[in-house]
């Protein structure tokens, strides 16, 4: 009897020995695909900073002054366009949101995955690089042109966006800027809000027309903030768009061009 209550121990024993060897390999494999995680996080940081140094600002604090309607503008941001381009050719534009602190390079690719997690310096990152629609015109004339992110965890890339959700963020600064390499483009925020990811919002127009005047109402309508901002067929928007926890649902950043 007591021989057999020992077996019963031993086997016992195995059990837990087992139990708890799978348990360690769980934690190991879990703990290297949180470095791994953390890794790559960082190495997309790291050459964004270093991309950083390509970009400065006037000393000037005061924000600037265009002009008739007396509203003060952040200074645009002065890009070393020869020193970010010999990095990429594909880098179009530097998008300079100061209010959320958002201020990177803008990619164009042959599609819209190829930037989606490489960074601008074409290493496989799922970061991925901040990328303008790939049917868009490279200089930003189309009627909507369209700016891809990835919502990070770590609040890099467009992973702030979701801060204009908030009604304080957009009265603090309803403007940002986007250069390229042919000038520095101010553009007003008119509206923001969640979609599907196949919606309207989407839309490529071949010119302005009374289609166009129409979706303009209709992503104006869909505004979760007040902007009272006057948009009309005349006017050239961009579309920031970035996922949420959702993967059906989309936060998008809508603005026009006001110089």
């Not at 190991?28 to 900073?49: M, P, R, T």
């Not at 201020?103 to 164009?108: L, R």
């Not at 990070?152 to 986007?178: A, C, H, R, V």
């Amino acid at each position: 009897m007591a021989k057999k209550e020992k077996s019963k121990r031993t086997f016992g024993d195995v059990l837990r020995t087992i139990i708890l060897i799978v348990a360690l390999g769980v934690f190991c494999f879990s703990a290297y695909k949180l470095y791994d995680i953390w890794h790559e996080y960082k190495i997309g940081v790291d050459e964004y900073e270093d991309l950083q140094n390509m970009v400065s600002y006037d000393d000037d604090d005061s924000p600037d002054d265009l002009g008739a309607n007396e509203v003060n503008y952040p200074d645009p941001p002065n890009v070393d366009w020869a020193a970010l381009q010999a990095v990429n050719t594909d880098v179009i534009g530097w998008l300079d949101m100061r209010a959320i602190d958002i201020s990177y390079p803008i990619a164009q690719g042959e599609d819209n995955d190829y930037y989606l997690h490489r960074t601008i310096e074409k290493t496989y990152n799922f970061a991925g690089s901040i990328f303008l629609d790939y049917e868009n015109n490279k200089d930003f004339t189309d009627c909507n042109s369209i700016v891809y992110g990835h919502n990070m965890k770590n609040q890099s890339m467009f992973g702030k966006l979701k801060k204009y959700l908030e009604q304080e963020t957009y009265d603090s600064e309803p403007y940002f800027w986007i250069s390229t390499p042919n000038g520095a483009h101010l553009y007003q925020i008119f509206s923001v809000y969640k979609t599907g990811k196949t919606s309207d919002t989407y839309t490529f127009f071949s010119g302005p027309g009374v289609e166009f005047d129409e979706w303009i109402q209709k992503m104006k309508d869909e505004s979760a903030v007040t902007t009272n901002v006057d948009v009309s067929s005349d006017d050239k928007i961009v579309t920031l768009s970035t996922c949420t926890s959702d993967s059906s649902v989309r936060c998008v950043v809508q603005a026009k061009k006001i110089n």
